[in-house]
């Protein structure tokens, strides 16, 4: 089920002069540098429009607010949920962070945990 917000986030008539890491880093009260760094992505990388809107760097953000709109509800708000992602351990990961698991391209696996989650599944 798509949750609203940055799922919706590329069709949702962004202003010209914006990309779509201006409007997350907006969400989550951060600078697009430590979004980048929190994304895996050189910082380098958010600078430039074209290379902010190249297809990898549009996926792995896409990744990373997906997951942060999947527990937004539980955790309060995107801010919360953002800190979740960035520093809640998960045991079912051997302790690893999202942000983790996402840098490392498991954000499937994050996924298909928080599904499980979601449908009333134990930790």
Do not use: C
């Amino acid at each position: 089920m798509p949750q609203k917000g940055f799922a919706e986030a590329p069709q949702s008539g962004w202003e010209a002069e914006d990309t779509m890491a201006d409007d997350i880093a907006e969400r989550f009260g951060i600078n697009k540098r430590e979004l980048a760094l929190t994304a895996g992505l050189a910082p380098a990388t958010l600078q430039r429009r074209s290379r902010a809107d190249a297809p990898a760097t549009r996926a792995r953000l896409g990744e990373m607010a997906e997951i942060v709109a999947r527990v937004s509800a539980w955790a309060g708000g995107d801010r919360q949920a953002f800190a979740w992602y960035r520093s809640e351990p998960l045991p079912e990961f051997g302790d690893r962070t999202a942000e983790s698991l996402v840098k490392s391209g498991k954000a499937a696996a994050l996924r298909d945990y928080l599904d499980h989650l979601a449908l009333g599944g134990f930790a």
